[in-house]
Nanobody, 127 residues
Framework: QVQLVESGGGLVQAGGSLRLSCAAS????????MGWFRQAPGKEREFVAA????????YYADSVKGRFTISRDNAKNTETLQMNSLKPEDTAVYYC????????????????????WGQGTQVTVSS
């Protein structure tokens, strides 16, 4: 079982940048696909980005494509989400997720791919 802890959230002005990190414990981190989801007030949790266990494949929601970059360092058991050109609509609690299943082009955004979740970190973008 992988345990996840996010960090790096905060308050930023529109157009600014933030970098979220997710530290994972567990010896099998390198075998897990990783992802980021977010939940805004009054809305359902939604997919943001995902990365395969090797880091060779990445996937993004259309709303963040070109602005956000997901990456991982299997040697350090960490995953990061670099968020640039932030918009007020990016305001949400961001969750790191991990799952032992391969990601496929048609289903990578499904929450069912992920078994372990972090506690979430707040990102607030002011206009």
């Amino acid at each position: 079982q992988v345990q996840l802890v996010e960090s790096g959230g905060g308050l930023v002005q529109a157009g600014g940048s933030l970098r979220l990190s997710c530290a994972a414990s567990g010896r099998t981190f390198s075998r897990y696909a990783m992802g980021w989801f977010r939940q805004a007030p009054g809305k359902e949790r939604e997919f943001v980005a995902a990365i395969s266990w090797s880091g060779g494949s990445t996937y993004y929601a259309d709303s963040v494509k070109g602005r956000f970059t997901i990456s991982r360092d299997n040697a350090k058991n960490t995953e990061t989400l670099q968020m640039n050109s932030l918009k007020p609509e990016d305001t949400a609690v961001y969750y790191c997720a991990a799952g032992p299943y391969p990601l496929y082009s048609g289903t990578y955004y499904h929450e069912s791919n992920f078994e372990a979740w972090g506690q979430g970190t707040q990102v607030t973008v002011s206009s």
